[in-house]
Every structure is written in C-alpha cells, then in structure tokens.
C-alpha cells in the first residue's frame, strides 16, 4: 500500500480516539489474534512499557535519547499525533517514512482476513509498529500505551521495565474510588519478572500499586527523584537520584518543574533495563537533546507563542504554574483555547489561569468530540473573562496574532486537535 491507500484503509476502521466511544467486553484477544498471525513482532525485542496520566509522552521521548545516547538502535510508538501519524512511529528519533508507513499497514491489512477479526484504527497501528520494529531490528522498543493499560493494545508486550508516571483525572466519570481502580488498570501492564518504575507518590495508592507480578519496584520518592529543579534559560537544571547514586546539575531543555520527576523517572526506567548505572557524560548528552512538540513548546518570539495540550486539570494546572514562574511578561495574555468533551470548560478555564489573561479566543477543534467555540467562549464569560469565538484553529491564531503586541505571549492549549494545526499553521505560515 502507499501511504495515501492505507489512511483509507485505516479510516474504515473505528477509531475510538476519535470518538472516545466507549468499549464494551474489553480484551486483549482481538490483538493477540492480529500480532499472532504477524509471527508476534513484539517478541523479537525487549519493550519498555509506559502509562500514566500525564507526562508518558516525555518520559517516552527521554528513555528514547537516553537509550540512544547509550548506543541502540531505538524504536518507538507514541500516541496521538500532532502533525502527522508517522510521528507515532519513529527509529531513532526520526518518525517512519510515508512509503515504510504505507508497507507496514498494508501488512496489516494483508492478514486482517486471515486473523478473523476487524481490529479497530488503533490496533492497527500498534501491529504496524511492533511489526516495523522488527524488521529494521531494533535492540529495544519504547512504547506508550494509548490509553489506562490493562487492555491497551499495546499491552500484548511483555515489557521487561514497565513504567508508571502518575495517576490523574483523566478518561474517568470521577465516581467513587476512580483513582484506585485507574491505578489498577494502570498497573495491568506489569508483567511477571519485570522492574516496575512507578512514578505516582500518593500513599492512598501504595497497597494496589504494590500488587503486581513485578520481580522489583523502584518508587518515586524512596528509590529514586528529581532531587532538585532549578530554573535555567531555556529549561531546568536538575538533580536526580536513582538507586546507584546521583547526576548532579543536568541540562533538561524543557519548560515546567513537573519535567524534573519525568526526567527521574527516565533515568529510573533506563538504569533499571540495563541493571547498571549510566555514565554521567551520556546522561547529560541525553538529557541536552530532548525535544517534546505540543509540551510548553515556544514556537514564535514578539509575540511569544506558546503552544501547551494541556487536556485534563493536572495538565492545566502544571501550564498554569509553568506560565507563572517562567515568564515575566511586559505585555499581556492572549489564550487560544478549544476543547473535547467530556472536560468541565469553566474548571479547565480556572486550572489554566485564564482569569489572569487579557483576552480569551474560543474556537472548535476539528474532531468530532469538539465542544463548540461559542460554549467556551460563554464559560469564559462566566469566569469573567473577556473572550470571543472564532470557527476554526487557524482563525483563532490569526487572531491573537493580530490582536498581540510583540511583548505579549499567545498561549495556544486545551487539546492536541488545537495545538496541532496552531503548529503546523505557525510553521508552514507565520515563520515561513
């Protein structure tokens, strides 16, 4: 298949991202049947497994350098996209080429008969990495899971280092004990035999966290931590323990005091697969490299504009704490922000610190879980805030940019369906 035939065929299969439908009878046989009859790809290489609420896509991309920076070959699957779907699929940090992508889901759909199933979009896509993984060879595999654990797709791999970054408020109704049974679920992909790096420090949680089949667990705040965040230009300094001792003063090139603890548990997660302790010299190269598109991202100087997905209130609120301590502005805010549902607008408003902004541009994210501009714009204006409604992303940009001073700061959030196309427009547009 070329790419263009295998989007089609991806499209005729339900994408629960896309929707947020709610699945029934989950299980994993579906998955097994698929990779099964692909001779189970996810076997050929060790797997590093990460979930969590917020930050996997961080840890995934600084376990990746540092893999790298120790000399493997990497291959690794993260989700959703920004820009582009190849992004989900990279070797080495260089996302898969349309021609490779197009192969390997037509792979894919060459056995979907042959497997008896209708995998779903996701499914799809997974059986495509693990397959492509192994046949570039890769020596390790670092694979985000999609969505909780238990039942994720990707969960058909047996990670031998299985890591947690932390439980929050996010893919739950909020009833009852929810952060009990989303750790549960969270911890469904440590597998016996593997080193659980778990990087939620709730006590409340401690009792679940503990049940696993893990041979060790190494926690956050006894066994390893950021031991210090300081702020520097362009990202932190930070200090980090593991259990052989301590890196002292490493550049991280990102914003945001919550990327100490993701560096900790990288580095965690890294000593743990090769049962050593890294040289200091190669964390540090590491460290210096990572990138994260879409986190806290400054894309554009006068105004400056910042692009954060904060989607869930732990997200939110880390942008917000971000902007504060970060950023000593001479001008004002300008928020551009659209949402899915199943977020409360006016508490996401408040976790993001858009009281304090200036001026508030609403617009609908191109998905079919898009709540509409005008809805946000009237929970805005019901904080207080000034605030309109544009259509579009794209407009909503164009906006603030015409409305932004060069000593103010546009904060483009609340979704990857906006920050996306805001970087993909500033890129190819603004700065082209």
């Not at 699945?23 to 076997?43: F, N």
């Not at 502005?329 to 200036?358: P, S």
Request: charged content about 20%.
């Amino acid at each position: 298949m070329n790419l263009a035939t295998a989007l089609r065929y991806l499209d005729q299969h339900t994408n629960l991202e896309a929707t947020a439908g709610r699945a029934e009878g989950l299980s994993l046989d579906r998955m097994r049947r698929l990779v099964g009859v692909l001779g189970d790809p996810q076997l050929a290489y060790p797997v590093i497994h990460v979930t969590g609420t917020n930050g996997k896509g961080s840890v995934a991309r600084m376990i990746t350098e540092l893999l790298e920076a120790s000399g493997l070959s990497v291959g690794t699957y993260t989700s959703p996209h920004l820009e582009a779907i190849n992004e989900r699929i990279s070797w080495n940090g260089e996302p898969i080429s349309d021609d490779e992508l197009g192969a390997s889901i037509g792979v894919v759909a060459s056995v979907e008969e042959v497997a008896g199933i209708t995998p779903s979009y996701f499914e799809i896509l997974t059986a495509a990495a693990f397959n492509w993984f192994a046949d570039v060879a890769v020596d390790v595999a670092v694979v985000e899971v999609g969505m909780l654990g238990r039942y994720d797709a990707t969960n058909v791999a047996d990670g031998v280092v299985a890591v947690l970054t932390n439980v929050g408020h996010d893919h739950t109704d909020g009833v009852g004990a929810w952060r009990e049974a989303i750790a549960g679920e969270k911890a469904g992909i440590v597998k016996a035999g593997a080193t659980f790096v778990c990087g939620e420090v709730d006590p409340t949680l401690r009792e679940i966290l503990s049940d696993t089949p893990a041979e060790a667990t190494w926690w956050r705040g006894t066994d390893f931590d950021c031991e210090q965040s300081i702020l520097a230009l362009g990202g932190r300094h930070v200090s980090l323990r593991t259990p052989s001792g301590t890196v002292d003063d490493v550049f991280v090139p990102l914003h945001g005091e919550h990327q100490g603890d993701n560096a900790a548990i990288a580095l965690a997660a890294v000593e743990a697969f090769f049962t050593r302790r890294l040289d200091d010299d190669v964390v540090e190269e590491a460290f210096a490299k990572v990138t994260v598109p879409g986190r806290f991202e400054i894309v554009h100087r006068e105004p400056t504009v910042v692009l954060d997905a904060a989607h869930n209130l732990d997200g939110a609120r880390a942008c917000a704490a971000t902007l504060r301590e970060e950023f000593t502005l001479g001008g004002t805010v300008i928020v551009v922000a659209g949402f899915l549902k199943g977020r409360d607008v006016a508490e996401m408003l408040e976790a993001l610190g858009a009281r304090d902004a200036g001026f508030l541009i609403a617009c609908t994210p191109d998905s079919p879980r898009a709540v509409p501009a005008p809805q946000v714009a009237a929970a805005a204006d019901g904080l207080g805030i000034v605030a309109e409604a544009v259509s579009s992303v794209d407009q909503a940009v164009h906006r603030a940019l015409g409305l932004a001073s060069p000593d103010d700061l546009i904060l483009v959030t609340g979704s990857l369906y906006v920050v996306g196309p805001a970087r993909t427009l500033i890129r190819t547009e603004v700065d082209a």
